[in-house]
């Protein structure tokens, strides 16, 4: 026995808007990169997730130690606070970031 659902109304047929569909994965760009982030620095929280989105670990400037294996330094006193890492700005992060890719540090 069939049974008869009525007329259909714009709420039967109408389409869910679209959702924006993302070329997949992020790059891995910062795959095997650590950075030190300066904790007083105003972005440290943003810049520490785009690190992380793109595959590196962030630590905390204060938290590192001398044994510490750090290549980059965001912010904070310069290269000097750790041995062998490279001092880079927030913009270069941002600038990676957009770019989808590893550039040359300012």
């Known amino acids: ?8 109304t714009d709420e039967d047929t109408a389409e869910e808007p679209a959702v ?7 790059p ?4 095997g990169y650590t950075f030190a982030i300066d904790d007083e620095h105003s972005d440290a929280e943003q ?3 785009y690190i992380k989105a793109y595959g590196g670990l962030t630590l905390q ?3 590192v130690e001398e044994d510490s294996e750090v290549d980059y330094v965001v912010g904070g006193a310069g290269a000097g ?18 770019a ?3 550039l040359p540090p300012d």
């Open 1 to 8: 026995m069939d049974v008869d659902e009525g007329p259909s």
């Open 20 to 26: 924006p569909k993302f070329g997949g994965a992020l």
């Open 28 to 31: 891995n760009f910062f795959d």
């Open 47 to 49: 810049l520490s997730r």
């Open 61 to 63: 400037l204060s938290e």
């Open 81 to 98: 606070a750790v041995g062998g890492a490279r001092r880079v700005s927030a913009g270069w992060v941002a600038r990676c970031h957009r």
């Open 100 to 102: 989808r890719a590893l």
